[in-house]
């Protein structure tokens, strides 16, 4: 009998071509006996449902090209409520999904055959799916006549069966699960009916939809083609409009004929809207105002996280993608479901604030709150835009150093060579006695002082390198580890064109400073993100009460990062530059600007750094942009000073602290105010 773990192991042996025994207990966490004990489940299972089990040859599953076949084609495994446990929290949604559909009036006695539990837990899972309607604003109630039903508008049972069928989806048993209840009415047929109906849909009309949301919708119209009820559903005249316009409402329209014998009907609406959110690709722009509104979610994205972004097309194309199944969603109240909610908002806690903040135009669009599932899916688009325009870190290649000469030569080699090739893993210095024992699988290359005999790439190198021979050293490993991602230019063709058009004065120097320029290890991204008081130190607060132009008061702002050496004075400029060109966009309200540039304009390390002002100084001269507090930030890149950011955001927003920071005379009482607020 399968249970819910024996089903994971189930899947996860069947959706690999090849995978071993070791490999599936790794990613199950699973030990030996555990394994062999639901291994053993997986097959009397596959026994009882007259399909061939798997079977292991050398620790290597072996699945039936009938069983693999099936799994491919999405085909259920048909198994019924004797042959695995359902797992106890999924049991009150199917006795939701049993009772949508219902064909008969339902007693306590159908939930017990359904579930296969006895009265006692029968009434338990009842009373837990009472709890889940009431927060779906409907009842499930019991009449003698009727037996159990539910009441409430037929929209808001609509969309409460559908998270039930979306959360089931997104178990390991739950689609197995979902079928189990139209067995259970005998309307398997159905199901066959509508995939049939929506896979020639979609071959006719070149239609592109997700994958696991084409799954879903399936049984999302199935389900209420079972009910029958769908001249029940109510949409306003705004919303039938708004889907009339969609070029997939005639699609809508195909699908109603095809399934429900109806062209014009409510059922037409509620298709319309199920291709609308299953959608992949979306070619057109039938609404030009949700291409606006993607326009309008990055600026604000941009001007929450002051993050520079690059390739800002591509961005607003994938966004719209993303965008308009969201849009549709939200306003017609389908829920998502998303197991991943809780992990992201923990691991992308600052990003999924400012994705929060940036989603402020579609909620104003749309009059709905915007869910944390929502976001949470806005987030990892955001987060992967970001993660794709990093500089792609080169993968680790270790190197052993082999050198006969002293110790204090050879540390000095050494350090030369990290310098050099920062993304090389390099071992301590060895003897070529030494290298004999040290298998040949732990490293890539070798850079020795002396002769050695090896099948991995040797450089010979001399203890102390110059500018030339490290140049040398540098293209010669770029072109046998192209992965290291090393500057490979040429400095004598380098050196070839200066010389055509201009006159060196000093080529020596000139090549020294080159191979510099061009092989310096770049300025370290921090993984790490600091917390604002980290950065935000005695030495960066500053307060003044002399009249100031705009221009002097974020150059006044800016000094103490010039001091400490954390941007260049041409980063003081650039800031100034930036507004004098763009505007008065670093004013983010309540007297509050951020003034800022690109990273590549002069930053040298992380930094922020505050000056407040007692007398207002008005940015571009403008009366109605009186600033008193200036915060002048230098990012080094898209992810270090969000951390800091989202604190600053936080106790800027709230006037409390806004108020207690401006009323603020001391250096000590702004740390303070700093310190708390993170501590909150």
């Known amino acids: 009998m399968f249970d819910e773990r024996a089903y994971r192991l189930f ?22 006996r555990q394994f062999q004990y639901d291994f053993d489940k997986v097959n009397d299972a596959l026994q009882m449902m007259n399909l061939p089990v798997i079977r292991m040859e050398e620790k290597i599953f072996l699945v039936d090209n009938v069983l693999k076949k099936r799994i491919e084609i999405g085909m259920p495994l048909n198994i019924n409520a004797n042959q695995f446990v359902i797992p106890e929290e999924t049991r009150s949604l199917l006795i939701c999904l049993y009772t949508y559909i219902r064909s008969e009036a339902l007693s306590n006695y159908h939930y017990q055959l359904l579930l296969g539990v006895s009265k006692n837990t029968a009434l338990t899972d009842v009373k837990k799916a009472k709890i889940y309607c009431e927060e779906w604003d409907i009842s499930l109630v019991y009449s003698r006549r009727e037996g159990y039903h539910f009441e409430g508008t037929e929209n808001r049972k609509w969309q409460f069966v559908s998270y039930c069928i979306d959360y089931l989806l997104s178990q390991p048993i739950g689609k197995e699960l979902i079928i189990l209840v139209i067995k259970a009415w005998r309307k398997e047929v159905d199901l066959v009916l509508v995939q049939q109906a929506v896979d020639e849909l979609i071959k006719k009309s070149n239609l592109k939809l997700v994958k696991s949301r084409k799954a879903e919708m399936i049984f999302h119209i199935l389900f209420v083609k079972l009910r029958n009820k769908t001249e029940k559903f109510r949409y306003t005249e705004f919303e039938k409009r708004l889907l009339q316009r969609q070029l997939l409402f005639e699609n809508g329209k195909q699908l109603a004929i095809s399934l429900f014998n109806e062209e014009n009907g409510m059922i037409t609406y509620f298709l319309t809207i199920q291709l609308l959110i299953t959608r992949e690709e979306i070619e057109d722009k039938a609404e030009p105002f949700l291409d606006e509104l993607a326009g309008q979610i990055i600026e604000e994205f941009e001007k929450n996280t002051l993050l520079p972004m690059h390739y800002k097309k591509q961005l607003k194309s994938s966004l719209y993608d993303h965008l308009v199944p969201a849009f549709f969603r939200i306003t017609f109240g389908i829920p998502l479901v998303n197991p991943m909610v809780s992990r992201i908002k923990i ?16 909620s104003a669009l749309t009059g709905k709150l915007i869910s944390e599932t929502e976001i949470s899916f806005f987030t990892l688009h955001f987060g992967s835009y970001l993660e794709k ?15 006969s000469n002293g110790v204090s030569t050879s540390i000095m080699l050494r350090s030369q060579l990290q310098d050099m090739f920062s993304h090389i893993q390099f071992s301590r210095v060895h003897t070529i006695e030494q290298i004999q024992h040290i298998p040949i699988t732990d490293y890539d290359l070798i850079f020795s002082t002396i002769e050695v005999i090896s099948i991995k790439p040797v450089y010979r190198v001399k203890p102390l390198l110059t500018d030339i021979e490290k140049n040398n050293l540098i293209q010669s490993v770029a072109n046998q580890f192209p992965r290291l991602n090393l500057k490979n230019i040429s400095i004598d063709q380098l050196m070839k064109i200066i010389h055509k058009y201009t006159e060196v004065k000093d080529e020596e120097k000139m090549l020294s400073e080159l ?15 600091p917390m604002l008081s980290e950065l935000l130190t005695k030495d960066m607060i500053q307060f003044a009460n002399e009249e100031m132009d705009w221009k002097k008061a974020i150059a006044k702002a800016a000094q103490p990062l010039v001091d400490f050496n954390k941007v260049q004075s041409k980063y003081v400029e650039a800031m100034i530059k930036n507004v004098e060109e763009i505007g008065t966009y670093i004013h983010i309200g309540k007297g509050i600007a951020i003034p800022h540039a690109r990273p590549e304009a002069g930053v040298n390390s992380l930094g922020i750094s505050f000056l407040r002002t007692t007398t207002p100084v008005l940015l571009l001269d403008k009366e109605e942009h009186k600033i008193d507090i200036f915060i002048c930030l230098a990012a080094i890149d898209n992810q270090a000073h969000l951390k800091a950011l989202a604190q600053i955001t936080k106790l800027l927003s709230n006037d409390t602290t806004l108020n207690a920071i401006k009323n603020s005379t001391t250096v000590e009482e702004i740390i303070s105010i700093i310190k708390k607020g993170e501590d909150e």
């Open 11 to 32: 899947e996860e042996i069947t959706v690999h071509d090849k995978i071993s025994e070791y490999e599936v207990m790794r990613v199950l966490n699973l030990t030996e």
């Open 347 to 362: 691991e992308y806690a600052d990003l999924f604030e400012f994705v929060k903040r940036a989603l402020n135009p579609l």
């Open 389 to 403: 325009n990093k500089k792609k870190e080169p993968e680790k290649i270790n190197a052993l150093i082999v050198c």
């Open 515 to 529: 191979i510099n320029l061009i092989h310096s290890g770049e300025i370290e991204k921090e993984s790490y993100k």
